[in-house]
């Protein structure tokens, strides 16, 4: 290959990384850097009719030079500011006003460090060379003519760049003290969620040797006290049998709080809410003397979500065991009807046949229910009909819109008795993750105060030189 063809072919790579660049930025970035870039053309050109220049090319090419050297930052930082050297020396004032800009957000990204101080030395040095090139071949060419041009070339470039510098190299930094914040605050997380959990498990092991023992005992009672019943008192044995397979189901259904307090998923928990299981739930309400009936309004099978599967099944059995217990004898509706979007479980009685004296409960049945399906984004309604009797019926979200349980947030539900607690108001883990602009907001401060700092005599220079050519 010819040393011709290579710079060619070197060119024709660069020219395709940058139509593969522009097509990778965002479309946001895209207009905004065109936008800068049409702006800098302006403002290097717009003057030129007003104040004809002595060398009108000159000054038209170093118009379009500055403003393809915006977008040409953000690839190419080290030649962007290598390329600010011809604009300190050419005769394009509007155009020499956009170079601390551009140093400042080019130098900003390049790396490393001593490549960024070389390219700044090389460009400083370039542009009081070539200025003073200039002012020795034009009409002052005097001393302090020659040490005045330097002197604004360098300032021009070199603040700038320093500016820049304090400011790009906060970046590493910044990302880091975000990294470590997120790290620790996750970290905090999932310490309280061990201490949580290993708490869990103590109260999950103290249920199971006292309520298990105990529950194991009726269940042990109740089943002799059934085949008693049926060899001795045969019209016994049906109300045995009731209290023998209530204390198995009183001994699974601990088990499966057990089992949420120790974050396992039950075997059975995908059938729960489902025509089966509410089927079930209504037979065992009839072997317990209630008059109970299902009502199922569902073209299929229906699409929830496990933990709404799971409220349909509180809910009905709540209020299963509310009418057996405060309304003997009085007949009970369970409806459930699929809308979609949401579903609705609703149990109804009628009032007893014979007047009783209200119960001792503590609704706390009622609470628990009312704080699960409020988690789930529904709504829960329950009292006395007017017509007579009691209603209990939820509209809950088929597919809530809410984290799991147990996920990594303030806000936890224990499945079983629906306890709830919100944020804790005290103790480890007692406040939300700091947000990461608190550690990095003082250190951005004082850095864009110190580079504003050195900014200013650029800033002011620039000034001046606008005021003399507008006066010129």
């Not at 009108?56 to 403003?67: E, I, K, N, S």
């Not at 500011?81 to 011809?86: D, Q, S």
Request: aromatic share 4%.
């Amino acid at each position: 290959m010819s040393p011709a063809v290579r710079p060619w072919g070197r060119a024709r790579r660069e020219a395709a990384a940058i139509r593969e660049a522009v097509r990778a930025a965002p479309r946001r970035t895209v207009v905004t850097e065109s936008v800068l870039a049409g702006l800098v053309l302006l403002c290097s050109l717009a003057p030129v009719p007003l104040i004809p220049p002595a060398h009108p090319v000159t000054v038209a090419l170093l118009g379009v030079w500055a403003a393809l050297l915006v977008p040409a930052r953000r690839m190419y930082p080290a030649f962007t500011v290598l390329g600010c050297v011809p604009l300190i020396a050419g005769d394009n004032v509007w155009a020499m006003v956009v170079v601390p800009c551009v140093v400042w957000s080019a130098v900003r990204r390049v790396t490393p460090v001593r490549r960024a101080w070389g390219v700044i030395g090389a460009s400083s040095a370039g542009a009081a060379v070539l200025s003073i090139v200039d002012q020795s071949l034009g009409e002052h060419s005097t001393p302090t003519y020659l040490i005045a041009g330097a002197g604004l070339a360098t300032l021009f470039i070199l603040l700038p760049a320093l500016s820049g510098t304090v400011i790009g190299r906060r970046r590493p930094l910044t990302g880091l003290l975000r990294e470590r914040n997120a790290y620790l605050e996750q970290t905090r997380l999932l310490t309280d969620e061990a201490a949580r959990m290993e708490e869990r498990a103590r109260i999950a092991a103290e249920m199971h040797d006292l309520l298990g023992h105990r529950i194991s005992l009726i269940a042990v009672h109740a089943g002799a006290l059934q085949l008693a019943a049926e060899r001795q008192a045969p019209p016994l044995a049906s109300q045995a049998e009731l209290l023998h397979t209530t204390a198995g189901t009183a001994m699974d259904e601990l088990r499966g709080i057990l089992g949420v307090l120790r974050h396992q998923t039950g075997e059975n928990s995908a059938d729960r809410g489902t025509r089966e299981d509410l089927s079930a739930l209504v037979s065992d309400s009839r072997d317990a003397g209630a008059d109970a009936e299902l009502h199922w309004n569902a073209t299929g099978p229906t699409d929830a979500d496990a933990r709404t599967r799971q409220a349909v099944h509180r809910v009905t059995r709540e209020g299963l065991t509310n009418a057996l217990k405060h309304a003997p004898g009085a007949p009970v509706r369970v409806m459930f009807q699929d809308e979609g979007d949401t579903v609705v479980i609703a149990v109804v009685n009628d009032a007893p046949p014979v007047p009783c004296s209200p119960g001792g409960g503590n609704r706390s049945g009622l609470v628990g229910l009312q704080e699960r399906i409020s988690l789930l984004g529904g709504t829960l309604h329950a009292g006395p009909r007017p017509e007579g009797g009691f209603a209990l019926s939820a509209r809950i979200p088929a597919r809530p819109n809410v984290p799991p349980a147990y996920a990594a947030s303030p806000v936890y539900a224990a499945s079983a008795g629906a306890v709830y607690a919100g944020p804790l108001s005290g103790g480890a883990g007692s406040r939300p993750p700091l947000s990461t602009e608190v550690l990095t907001w003082p250190r951005l401060l004082g850095g864009g105060c110190a580079a504003l700092l050195v900014m200013l005599p650029a800033i002011g220079s620039t000034i001046v030189l606008l005021i003399l050519a507008l006066l010129h």
